[in-house]
């Protein structure tokens, strides 16, 4: 994710969390509601509505999009074809791509790759008979991928961003001048961790901690920021917990563990990169049905790849 939603840079690192948004004004109107478009919204449920027209009107609202360089392509299909009905999603899984047919919906959006690499680079998968299937699946029945992930991270603000806060009911907690630290009421880490939990639908995460520890600073990034991203946020904004999606473990957890041993009150909880990302499909579905209500927009989430014995 991007942290200042600035001009971005997209590489793989990216997945960074809304760090600046003191520019908007009613910053927690926008953080309540998907995005309205103010130019064209199809309303009409008998219009042919293409990929490339869903695709533009999205792209309406965000700074400098399309992007150079961007990996939000198409992974299958192409932006003429009419679009009988879209699904949002982490990954455009075989059992998602699935359950699109079994719904008559032909658009699938989905945030991270399909084709198991940053890029979606399928050279290297030409023989490969797991690709071979998925990619024949999705042609036979003329089904759409587009990867919405520079983009949805370049609104301002951020639409995973949005939806995380929302979804943990933490809209409140968010100010401008300080982004992504948030001020919540004091808990205990094992309480915080449960809340987490139940709001985000995990079974586990990961952490590190004294449960009994009084949390009322978070730092919050979500998907992958990356080992150096995460320890320089720490260093400079001194939380209580950093919660993020997911870590190196030779990186974040052994700063944590360091600082810990110095006698530092600072704790680590992993949600994983689904459960802290997924939120923004769910926001992605709420602006397709507030800006194309004629065409059915479902949210699946497409579970975890993981799995804690």
């Known amino acids: 994710m991007n942290s200042n939603l600035s001009p971005i840079n997209h590489n793989p690192d990216r997945r ?30 008998d219009e042919h509505i293409t990929v490339g027209q869903i695709i533009d009107l ?44 079994s719904l008559g919906a032909n658009f699938i959006i989905a945030h991270e790759p399909t084709f198991y690499n940053h890029a979606d680079e399928t050279a290297w998968l030409a023989s490969d008979d797991i690709f071979q299937y998925k990619k024949q699946l999705l042609d036979k029945h003329n089904i759409v991928i587009w990867r919405n992930h520079d983009t949805i991270h370049s609104l301002k603000p951020d639409g995973v961003g949005i939806g995380l806060l929302k979804q943990l009911d933490w809209v409140s907690y968010y100010k401008p001048e300080t982004g992504n ?57 001194k939380p209580d917990v950093l919660i993020c999606g997911e870590i190196s473990e030779w990186e974040t957890a052994e700063y944590v563990r360091d600082a810990q041993a110095k006698g530092d009150k600072l704790s680590l909880i992993v949600l994983g990169h689904i459960a ?34």
């Open 58 to 101: 999205f792209m309406k609202q965000v700074p400098g999009a399309p992007f150079p360089n961007t990996v939000d392509t198409l992974k299958s299909g192409n932006r003429d074809i009419v679009v009988t009905g879209i699904i949002t999603t982490m990954f455009a899984t075989i059992g998602i791509i699935e359950k699109a047919i």
């Open 181 to 237: 630290l948030l001020t919540i009421p004091s808990t205990s880490l094992s309480s915080l961790i449960e809340t987490l939990k139940k709001k985000l639908k995990i079974e586990k995460v990961r952490y590190i901690g004294d449960p009994s520890q009084s949390c009322q600073k978070v730092l919050l990034l979500p998907g992958a920021a990356g080992g150096k991203r995460q320890i320089t946020e720490m260093s400079t904004k």
């Open 16 to 45: 960074k969390f809304i760090t600046q948004l003191s520019a908007l004004a009613g910053t927690a109107a926008l953080l309540s509601t998907p995005f309205a478009v103010d130019a064209i919204t199809f309303t009409n449920p």
């Open 276 to 309: 802290s990302e997924e939120p923004g499909s769910e926001f992605m579905t709420g602006w397709l049905k507030q800006n194309v209500p004629g065409i059915k927009a479902t949210h699946i989430h497409p579970g975890n790849s993981l799995a804690f014995m």
